[in-house]
T-cell receptor
């Protein structure tokens, strides 16, 4: 089974600053998909961004962008201009192409300091 | 309303009792999943289903039973609840095509006393 590792249990950032959350994964597959989910205090899981492994271009969604390093099996999330509403638990997830399961990291709790 | 719903949202039960958590989705997604979320463990897959009448074990299936007689429903049953099953349970669904993300329900907080 694939493993997904988030080595930062907690992170903090000043409002309006930039923060990067790390994620690494272990796989022998060449085609797969990576996701970042946000879980605010409401507990609802919200998709932040998605990256297809076959795409070299890093995905971007407004203030959220990823740094996808396929050879290093790294998938970090950068949040620019951090806002108070970004405070949440963030989960990295992996799904293989043609696969049926998602594999999640243990999460990073992000605090935004006013 | 379209989406994925779970019921109940909160449940307190006693050790040894049977409890069923309900999950309903309106998108006709092929795949449905049950996870438990515990501090330090993230989300762990309990069971998943690729279609009606097709289910398979995930990482932590012991003590749980699932069924899927209809595409839209995927109930999770704890046959004899234990304190170690105190957790937050999430149901999710996704399209058959793997590029698509999972959509999550709001979660059920279960406490076993």
């Amino acid at each position: 089974a694939q493993t997904v590792t988030q080595s930062q249990p907690e992170m903090s950032v000043q409002e309006a600053e930039t923060v990067t959350l790390s994620c690494t994964y272990d796989t022998s597959e060449s085609d797969y998909y990576l996701f970042w989910y946000k879980q605010p205090p409401s507990r609802q899981m919200i998709l932040v961004i998605r990256q297809e492994a076959y795409k070299q271009q890093n995905a971007t969604e407004n203030r959220f962008s990823v740094n996808f390093q396929k050879a290093a099996k790294s998938f970090s999330l950068k949040i620019s201009d951090s806002q108070l509403g970004d405070a949440a638990m963030y989960f990295c997830a992996y799904r293989s192409a043609g696969g049926n399961q998602f594999y999640f990291g243990t999460g990073t709790s992000l605090t935004v300091i006013p | 309303d379209a989406g994925i719903t779970q019921s109940p949202r909160y449940k307190i039960t006693e050790t040894g009792r049977q409890v069923t958590l309900m999950c309903h989705q309106t998108w006709s997604h092929s795949y449905m999943f049950w996870y438990r979320q515990d501090l330090g463990h993230g989300l762990r897959l309990i069971y998943y289903s690729a279609a009606a009448d097709i289910t398979d074990k995930g990482e932590v299936p012991d003590g749980y039973v699932v069924s899927r007689s209809k595409t839209e429903n995927f109930p999770l049953t704890l046959e004899s609840a234990t304190r170690s099953q105190t957790s937050v349970y999430f149901c999710a669904s996704s399209e058959l095509v793997s590029r698509y993300e999972q959509y999550f329900g709001p979660g059920t907080r279960l406490t076993v006393t």
